[in-house]
Structure formats: structure tokens, C-alpha cells
């Protein structure tokens, strides 16, 4: 058995990067670029108009003529006398020697005759070629996550592909007899199935969705069959339930007969125990405790992790912040503990329920305080270290 941190450091040094691969700008939401992006032109690619108003050569002439329109998509580059001003559109093309556009609500027009009644600076309302960025520099650094916006900046630079880490294919393997699919009747002894549903959800927050959810009834031989066409098929295998060293617990010898080596088994921490990590070649495999409350944990204390590294995020861990508990708290187990619990700006609540198998108050949850090992005493207001799961 194991504490916290090594585990998490396995975990850290067993799981690597996804394939590189081309995709569909379009398609690029949520995954992380692989190479470097360098702007194919300049943006702006030529001097555009700010502003719905009119373009003009800066004097202290207030009183022009109206010779000309210039709309977003035309192309004219007309000369004018002093005197003379041009209709301009927002996003429209000012000709080369017009330096200033007046908006239309600093000026009264009629006909043809302009009165600037608030004469803007020298250069005002004009974008210059290359303002937002040049040919040739960087639009976005290597291991940049796409966003939205940056969907967008792409395509206005006309880039249609972009080349990424691949997200893996994961496998939610169930096990156990008692388990029955929601939405069936639910016979004396048994217990609807949550794991896979909340896994796959836990998995789509981050932007997973090759989910497979696999189920398999408790023995060996099913067992076995089943890990192998996982490992078959997918990068990551996550098993629910059968860890634990129980009569029909065959997860761990499934795994090891499949050719997965273990890299740890068991953890110092409560809760989730019983949780078994390995790999087999570059696919990694977690099998997780069954009780719902400890495959939650596990999966944002190390499968999330994991997931990230595989996606390309240099960040890959939840993030830590520290709040002051509300109430004393004991933790005599000599093991890390868990605890869901709810913080604001300043306090963190130890909510009730901490069972493995009580999801209830997980539900209302935002957060988990990690108590080390060896702290013992927790006095009120003291600070402690708090995981944000939201």
C-alpha cells in the first residue's frame, strides 16, 4: 500500500501523450494543438474602417462632399481632393491615401454635402494592415487548449486544419451481479447501476466523448474476456468494481493475466482503498473501488490526471485552494482522507454522508478537503486544503 502523493507521482510518470493528428478547425473544440500556428497573412490584410461613417484626408476642413461608397467587400482605391469624402461601412476598405474616418453620428448630411460636427483625431477609426497580427508571427503557442475564440481567430485567418493530440478511447468496464441498467424493474437483492453513468458524464466535462460502457457478470472467465477486448480497442480502461480481495472480486487477476503489469495496488486513503493502477504497452488501465462515492474520488484524484496528460494539458491536476474549516474534525484513521464538502470565499463545511456508497450529499458537493495522513486534530478555523470539483 501506498500514499497519496506517490500514487499520484506513478500515475504522472505512466501516462503519456495521444498520437498527433490533423483535424477540422471547426472540429478542434477542447483539444490541445500539438505544433505551433504561424499566421498565414496579415490581419487586417488591408486598411478597414472602425466604424459605419465616412473616410477623409485629415484637415481643418469641416464641410466635404459625398462622392463615393465604400461597403464591406468592395474594393476601390479612389482618390479625393481635400474636400472630398468617401460613404464607409464598418470592415470596409479605406483607399491608401484616406487616413481618418468621422462615425456617422459626429456628422449631419445633406445630399451630398458632409458637416463633420466633431472632427475626430488625425487616424481615428482606421485599422491598419497586420494590426491584430502579421504574416509570419505566432497566433497560437504549442499546447494551447481551443477554445471558442480561438476557433475563430483561425478562421479568419482562412486555417481550416490544425494539428492536435488525439483524446483517448476509454472503456467503462462494470462488473457485478447485484447491478441493474436504470430504468428496469428492480428485483429483491438488487441495486441500479450508477457507476458508468457518472463516469461518462465526469468524462464528457472534460471533453471525452469515445466512451464504450462495457458490463460483465462476476467470473473469472467472463472477466478475462471482457479486459481483453478492451485492451483491444481502447487507450484507457476503467473498471468498476471486483478490486477488492472478495470471494467474486476477479478484476486484479483478470488484469494480470491479460499481460497488464500492476504499478500499484491500494492506496493509504479512505476512501478508495482498493484501487489497482497499471498499464499494458503505452494503454493504461485504473480499477476502481464500486461504491459510487470512491470511483468519484479516484477518478478526479488520478484518472483526471492521467486523462489530461494524454490530451497534451500541461496543467493536469484539479486545482488546490485552501479554505477555514467550520467545525473541529479527527481523523484517526492514519489514512489521507476525502471529504466532500462545500466552501465559499472564506469557509469550507464538512458535509454529512461521508460513506463510499452515499452519493447524496456528493451531489450538493463543490469541493474535497484532502486531510493527510498524518494530521490528527483539525481544529475549527483552521486552514485546510481543498479540491474545487465543479
Same mark, same amino acid.
Given at each position: ?91 470596409? &476598405? ?28 488625425? &487616424? ?267
Amino acid at each position: 500500500m501506498i500514499q497519496v502523493e506517490e500514487a499520484l507521482s506513478v500515475v504522472a510518470k505512466n501516462s503519456c501523450k495521444m498520437p498527433i493528428r490533423k483535424i477540422k478547425v471547426s472540429k478542434s473544440l477542447g483539444f490541445i494543438l500539438a505544433e505551433a500556428i504561424y499566421s498565414p497573412m496579415n490581419m487586417p490584410p488591408f486598411r478597414q474602417s472602425a466604424m459605419d461613417g465616412y473616410a477623409f484626408l485629415h484637415s481643418e476642413l469641416q464641410h466635404l462632399d459625398v462622392v463615393s461608397t465604400s461597403q464591406a467587400g468592395d474594393f476601390s482605391n479612389i482618390e479625393l481632393a481635400k474636400n472630398e469624402a468617401i460613404r464607409i461601412f464598418t470592415g470596409a &476598405f479605406v483607399p491608401d491615401h484616406l487616413d481618418t474616418v468621422v462615425m456617422q453620428e459626429h456628422t449631419s448630411r445633406t445630399g451630398d454635402a458632409l458637416a463633420i460636427t466633431k472632427m475626430p483625431s488625425r &487616424f481615428a477609426n482606421v485599422r491598419n494592415e497586420g494590426e491584430q497580427i502579421k504574416e509570419n508571427e505566432l497566433v497560437l503557442p504549442k499546447n494551447t487548449l481551443i477554445n471558442p475564440a480561438a476557433i475563430g481567430f483561425l478562421a479568419c485567418l482562412g486555417i481550416t486544419e490544425i494539428t492536435v493530440y488525439a483524446k483517448p478511447k476509454i472503456a467503462v468496464l462494470v462488473t457485478g451481479n447485484e447491478l441493474v441498467k436504470p430504468g428496469k424493474q428492480l428485483p429483491k437483492g438488487k441495486i441500479y447501476e450508477s457507476n458508468s453513468v457518472m463516469l461518462e458524464a465526469a468524462l464528457k466535462g472534460i471533453g471525452i466523448k469515445k466512451v464504450k460502457i462495457i458490463r460483465v457478470k462476476d467470473n473469472l472467465k467472463a472477466t478475462k474476456k471482457a479486459v481483453k477486448e478492451c485492451l483491444s480497442d481502447f487507450d484507457v480502461v476503467l473498471v468498476s468494481g471486483g478490486i477488492s480481495v472478495g470471494d467474486y472480486d476477479f478484476v486484479k487477476e483478470a488484469l494480470l493475466s491479460n499481460g497488464v503489469e500492476e504499478l500499484f495496488y491500494k492506496i493509504n486513503q479512505k476512501p478508495g482503498k482498493p484501487l489497482f493502477f497499471g498499464k499494458k504497452d503505452k494503454k493504461i488501465v485504473f480499477a476502481l473501488p464500486g461504491n459510487p462515492a470512491s470511483t468519484l474520488t479516484g477518478f478526479y484524484v488520478y484518472v483526471y490526471p492521467a486523462l489530461k496528460i494524454s490530451m497534451g494539458f500541461e496543467t493536469i491536476h484539479l486545482s488546490k485552494i485552501t479554505r477555514k474549516i467550520t467545525t473541529q474534525f479527527e481523523n484517526t484513521s492514519g489514512k489521507t482522507l476525502f471529504l466532500k464538502a462545500f466552501f465559499d470565499d472564506e469557509k469550507v463545511t464538512v458535509l454529512e454522508s461521508q460513506s463510499s456508497a452515499m452519493l447524496n450529499t456528493f451531489a450538493k458537493a463543490n469541493g474535497l478537503i484532502c486531510l493527510p495522513f498524518d494530521s490528527i486534530t483539525i481544529e475549527k478555523n483552521q486552514e485546510v486544503l481543498v479540491i474545487p470539483i465543479n
